[in-house]
């Protein structure tokens, strides 16, 4: 199986060890906090910066140009002089905006993002917090994110941003219900919602391939739906810039614009995650059924290079998406969503539910 | 198509008020303000003539007077003429509107009030299309203005 | 105080909720202002408010001779520069009854044709980046810059050349303008496919255009909606098949015609005219002949006194030029009746009853450009 995967359990237990020896059980909980906490920040930030490099690369390509190639070397200091620069911005105050509101709102949707990333699984053994409903959780704490993009529309007293706001509220509440059945979808196929488990269930190869036919409409949809969960691509009308400017987050400048920018992109990340870890396998690497030596030989990449390739190729599927396709009107996409997406994937439930009943998948 | 000494005979048979001057490019008609409405609808309703397409609709100020210009055409027939009105009044010139023929009438008639002051009975929405509510009426030959105007 | 805060919240009945796409906005390619009344996100009516370019023109027109005057003309649609320069020539010409050579008409027509694809090129990438295509806008601006090269190395300017005079041209065409403009055409004839690649056949696409902003023919006629928008509603008002100038008599072309009336429908013809223009340079490029690049005509020139009327087809529709001389060298009074003038207007029309995203997509459509209707 997968016997020569390095487990990073053995790490983590080391370093638990350690702490244990010098102070007593409650500090060492506290300083583990306070240590992933710092680690987690630190992720956040420098894949923020990887990300909108690696957006701005990719679009360069698609749109026959090179992209930034000035700042540093390839241009890889690009965003850290965007930041600096985001940093140093004016905070223009609004009048008559809600103050408690209108700074709040950046802040829940970093919150939501935030704590979504703390349930992945990195690599084996390597995961922050394993609930026994990891799917359930992730998916709650992910709708959080539409609190702070509805407070950021509302406060800001303006008629752009409330529109902007009100577009974007009834997408993502809408297409919670496509992302969520598709997920179920594949926890129908594991038997168990923690994401560990998931993973562990697909070391004979990953639900894509296993489920076959229903888990392939079943990633298709969650593609679809997670790209509209996240406000990007072909469902980007809250920020749409040629008709409002920048719906939702127009008046928001300097630091409090970073964190949104920021929050999309990692969303983007998290979204795409979950399906590499739902679908394609998380940090397992690819095996085939009962193949020892061809099973043997992949686990010689480590898992959490695995990881992040699938995550990856899912991200760049979503930018791709974005730099092709013309925008959907609002109502062209709730139509997507409740007469197409909707339905199709409770018919998908229920034809898994029957298949793993008579055992008829791999 | 209709030739020009076709056209004139049977709008002077439609209205016998309507000069035709001579020598010109296209077919003209001088009509009296008081005809004016009148004759450009029976030029759209006719069937022999049929002149549906407003292309254009200007005014030009000789000093003594001022003429509103219609350039009409027939999307059917393909001839063209061109609709004169002559107006001596300089303070407060009127004339029909033709906006419920045409709808594009509505905004040439706009511009004209707009550069000339020539008002419009029956005009939907009167106001000025470019320029500020206090500002002359800048294409009349008469117009001065000291600060933005430099004359030669 | 609560009282003061609760009135201002509730929005009554019969109160408006308007939203104002102002002078400075993404999307409405110029300084328009458009007052939108909205129900929700569906449209009510619209008002667009003009004049923020408003540069007096006509007025300037008669303080200037007519060679001036010229320069003046190019920047009303300065994407159509050179028919907006051939309308005024063409009356002039006219006035005097003076006789330009066939290598002047030749190069004139092939020039506006050069012109109308690069304006349907910058329509094509501006429409798609509306949408939220964003790489339509670096496709149709990569090849437009083919044309934009041709164009310089003749005249020395991109996009406002005021290259013709009345009587012929200001100076001849550079001696690589031949081949280039063959290796262009070429080169555009296999690029061209691509647009129809990325955004025709998208489904996403389609479902944004198809039964949006519907125009009927009695809509377009009253309006004197012209060009490829008139057209779409199957009005036929292509001046270059109703008073043929320039070498146009010379050519095989077809008038485009479609009958859809809504978004795609003058989507296509757009597109189609481009092919049409691609043939029509073609039939032209290699036959040009050679003689002089223009009449001899009097430094001064001063048309009899009279009035004079022509008509040209931009890439937006019909220009109508009409002057009123007193035999001075300057016009007494100019009149431009321009297309997106009369474009505008209808927009109101076409967009009530569809949501804020269609009106996008309906002006996008409608191709206007401001400073043709401000003057």
Same mark, same amino acid.
């Given at each position: ?45 420098? +894949? ?17 140009? #090179? ?56 690599? *084996? ?9 990891? @799917? ?9 994110? @539409? #609190? ?5 529309? /509302? ?21 919670? +219900?496509? #992302? ?18 998931? @993973? ?119 930018? /791709?998406? *974005? ?12 139509? +997507?969503?409740? *007469? ?5 994937? +409770? ?16 | ?36 409405? !009148? ?34 055409? !027939? ?78 | ?20 796409? $102002? ?41 200037? &001779? ?42 004139? &027509? ?21 949408? $939220? ?32 005079? =009345? ?13 280039? &403009? ?18 025709? $056949? ?25 060009? =490829? ?64 690049? &223009? ?21 937006? $529709? ?58």
């Amino acid at each position: 199986m997968s016997s020569n995967l390095y487990d990073f359990s053995t790490l983590t237990s080391s370093i638990h060890a350690a702490l244990s020896g010098m102070m007593s059980s409650g500090w060492v909980v506290f300083t583990e906090l306070v240590l992933i906490g710092l680690l987690f920040l630190l992720f956040y930030a420098l +894949l923020g910066l990887f990300l909108v490099y690696l957006e701005r690369k990719v679009c360069a390509i698609i749109q026959n140009r #090179v992209g930034p190639n000035r700042v540093g070397k390839w241009g890889l200091l690009q965003t850290i002089a965007d930041l600096i620069k985001l940093l140093l911005k004016e905070l223009i105050p609004i009048r008559k905006a809600d103050p408690i509101l209108f700074n709040l709102a950046p802040f829940i949707v970093i919150l939501a993002s935030f704590m979504a990333m703390a349930a992945l699984p990195f690599a *084996k053994g390597l995961q922050a917090v394993d609930f026994n409903i990891g @799917v359930f959780y992730v998916m709650a704490v992910s709708s959080l994110g @539409v #609190v702070g993009i509805l407070l950021a529309g /509302w406060s800001s007293n303006s008629k752009y941003s409330l529109i902007g706001a009100i577009r974007s509220g009834a997408q993502i509440v809408s297409y919670e +219900l496509s #992302v969520g059945l598709s997920i179920l979808a594949i926890v129908v196929f594991s038997g168990t919602m923690q994401l560990s488990g998931i @993973v562990e269930s697909q070391a004979d190869g990953w639900w894509l391939f296993k489920g076959h036919i229903p888990a392939l409409i079943a990633f298709v949809i969650f593609l679809i739906a997670s790209t509209a969960e996240i406000n990007r691509g072909p469902f980007d009308l809250a920020e749409a810039e040629s008709e409002l400017t920048a719906g939702f987050h127009t008046e928001y400048s300097g630091i409090k614009f970073a964190f949104f920018f920021l929050a999309e992109y990692i969303n983007m990340f998290i979204v795409a995650a979950i399906g590499a870890t739902i679908f394609l396998g998380g940090w397992m690497p690819f095996h085939i059924g009962n193949w020892e030596g061809f099973n043997h030989i992949m686990n010689y990449i480590p898992s959490m290079v695995w990881f992040f390739l699938k995550t990856f190729f899912i991200v760049y599927l979503i930018m /791709w998406f *974005k730099w092709t396709f013309p925008r959907l009107r609002i109502d062209q996409l709730l139509t +997507l969503e409740w *007469k197409y997406l909707l339905p199709i994937s +409770l018919v998908n439930i229920v034809f898994i539910a029957f298949i793993v009943l008579m055992g008829w998948h791999f | 198509m209709l030739n020009k000494q076709e056209l004139t005979d049977i709008i002077t048979g439609l209205i016998p008020e309507t000069e035709f001057p001579e020598g010109t490019q296209l077919l003209e008609v001088i009509v009296p303000a008081e005809k004016y409405f !009148s004759l450009v609808e029976k030029l759209k309703s006719d069937q022999k003539l049929s002149f549906n397409y407003l292309i254009s609709q200007t005014a030009v100020d000789f000093l003594s007077h001022m003429t509103v210009v219609c350039h009409l055409e !027939s999307v059917e027939f393909r001839h063209l003429i061109v609709v004169k009105v002559l107006l001596t009044d300089r303070e407060n010139p009127t004339i029909d509107s033709l906006t419920a023929l045409y709808p594009a009438a509505e905004y040439f008639e706009r511009e004209i009030f707009d550069l000339f002051g020539i008002r419009f009975n029956n005009h939907p929405n009167l106001k000025r299309l470019f320029l500020e509510d206090d500002y002359g009426y800048p294409l009349r030959k008469d117009f001065r203005d000291e600060i933005n105007i430099i004359e030669r | 105080m609560s009282e003061e805060i609760i009135k201002d919240v509730i929005v009554g009945e019969n109160e408006d909720y308007i939203i104002n796409m $102002g002078p400075q906005h993404p999307s409405t390619h110029g300084v328009l202002r458009l007052e939108v009344c909205l129900k929700g996100e569906t449209v009510k009516y619209l008002i667009p408010h003009i004049g923020y370019i408003h540069r007096g023109i006509e007025k300037m027109c008669e303080a200037d &001779t007519y060679q001036q005057l010229i320069h003046l003309t190019d920047r009303m649609d300065y994407l159509s520069a050179h028919m907006n320069n051939e309308a005024v020539c063409l009356c002039v010409e006219d006035a005097l009854q003076v006789e330009i050579p066939e290598r002047v008409k030749y190069i004139r &027509t092939i020039l506006d044709e050069l012109n109308r694809i690069a304006s349907h090129q910058l329509w094509w990438c501006a429409f798609g980046m509306d949408l $939220g295509a964003l790489t339509s806008f670096f496709y149709g601006l990569r090849d437009r810059e083919h044309i934009l090269d041709i164009f310089e190395e003749s005249f020395g300017s991109r996009l406002l050349h005021s290259f013709v005079m =009345p009587g012929g041209l200001m100076h001849d065409v550079h001696p690589n303008f031949q081949k280039r &403009t063959k290796e262009f055409i070429k080169y555009f004839r296999k690029k061209l496919p691509e647009y129809d690649q990325l955004l025709t $056949g998208n489904i996403i696409f389609q479902n944004r255009a198809k039964g949006i902003g519907y125009m009927s023919r009695e809509t377009a006629i009253g309006y004197g909606v012209t060009g =490829p928008s008139g057209r779409g509603s199957n009005f036929a008002c292509d001046v270059r098949k109703i008073a043929p100038y320039g070498a146009y008599d010379k050519v095989q072309f077809n008038e485009i015609l479609g009958t859809g009336g809504d978004t795609f429908a003058r989507y296509q013809v757009r597109m189609a005219e481009m092919w049409e223009s691609m043939n029509i340079i073609e039939q032209l490029i290699d036959n040009i002949p050679e003689g002089d690049y &223009t009449a001899k005509m009097k430094p001064i020139i001063k048309l009899p006194a009279g009035e004079y009327f022509r008509r040209v087809e931009t890439a937006r $529709g019909e220009l109508a030029v009409y002057v009123v001389s007193d035999g001075n060298k300057s016009p007494y009074r100019m009149k431009f009746r321009t297309p997106n003038f009369s474009n505008l207007f209808v927009l109101n029309t076409l967009a009530s009853g569809h949501k804020i995203a269609d009106l996008i997509a309906i002006s996008g459509s409608l191709d206007l450009v401001i400073p043709d209707i401000d003057r």
